[in-house]
């Protein structure tokens, strides 16, 4: 089913009227980051804080999209099954179709204002059985390491906790794809470094051909 652009305007004038309080049985604390094509939120369940990120909002491909977020899925798939401190833990990994009761709370949540008309949103190109994909993890108090200075110390931990993550990632033949310090948070809490942000990974054959 293919929606119109009418179609979402209307929603969107009604989205402003409810504005979005909650997603499934989590309650939207705030917006936390704002990306060229994501969205992450704080979310509030039982007194626990979690982060819910909306990717792949819009799309120049449609096909190379979709692969990538199979390919996404696998690996937060595989990373729900672990604890490891160096690694954000996963919780859910779905998608919300238009059929989907969360669908309306996704429009309100997004500002499409800042969303380009071109590309057209991603669930416009797509059928009812495709929706936008999302994931709830761990929200991790503290902040990316594109804000921290580090003295030599701290770097030593840095990569100590680096190592460590990656050597996860080999053993489940993950390959990362984006590792970069916006992708690293420093947890506050813990102490420790922490690996986020999978949507250019894969599970792949060939490891170490690509370290990262
Ligand atoms: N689980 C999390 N806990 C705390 N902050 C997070 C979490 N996930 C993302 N963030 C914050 O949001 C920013 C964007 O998240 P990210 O997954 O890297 O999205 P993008 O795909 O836009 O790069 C991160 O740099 C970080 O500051
Ligand atoms: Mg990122």
């Known amino acids: 089913m293919i929606y119109s652009g009418k179609v979402i305007a209307i929603n969107k004038s009604v989205a402003t009227m409810n504005a979005a309080k909650s997603f499934k049985d ?12 994501s969205k992450t939120y704080v979310l ?12 792949r909002i819009v799309t120049l491909d449609v096909a190379q999209d979709k692969e990538q977020w199979y390919k996404t899925k696998q690996v937060l798939t595989t990373l729900s099954s672990i604890k490891h401190p160096n690694i954000v833990e996963v919780y859910e990994v779905g998608e919300v179709d238009i059929t989907d009761s969360n669908y309306q709370r996704f429009l309100d949540m997004i500002n499409w204002n800042e969303v380009k008309s071109e590309p057209e949103p991603y669930y416009n190109q797509h059928d009812s059985s495709s929706g936008i994909p999302y994931v709830i993890m761990q929200y991790i108090e503290g902040h990316d390491m594109i804000k921290q200075h580090t003295n030599s110390e701290q770097a030593l931990e ?11 990632f080999a053993k489940y033949n993950i390959r990362h794809g984006d590792m970069k310090f916006q992708n690293v ?28």
Request: hydrophobic share 45%; proline share 0%; glycine share 4%.
């Open 158 to 168: 840095l990569i100590t906790d680096l190592m460590s993550a990656l050597s996860v």
């Open 185 to 212: 948070i420093y947890n506050t809490k813990t102490g420790r470094y922490v690996v986020i942000d999978f949507d250019f990974s894969e599970i792949t054959m060939h490891l170490n051909i690509e370290l990262t």
């Open 26 to 37: 989590y309650r939207i604390v705030r917006l936390l980051d704002s990306g060229a094509n």
């Open 44 to 55: 509030n369940k039982d007194n626990k804080q979690f982060v819910l990120k909306f990717t």
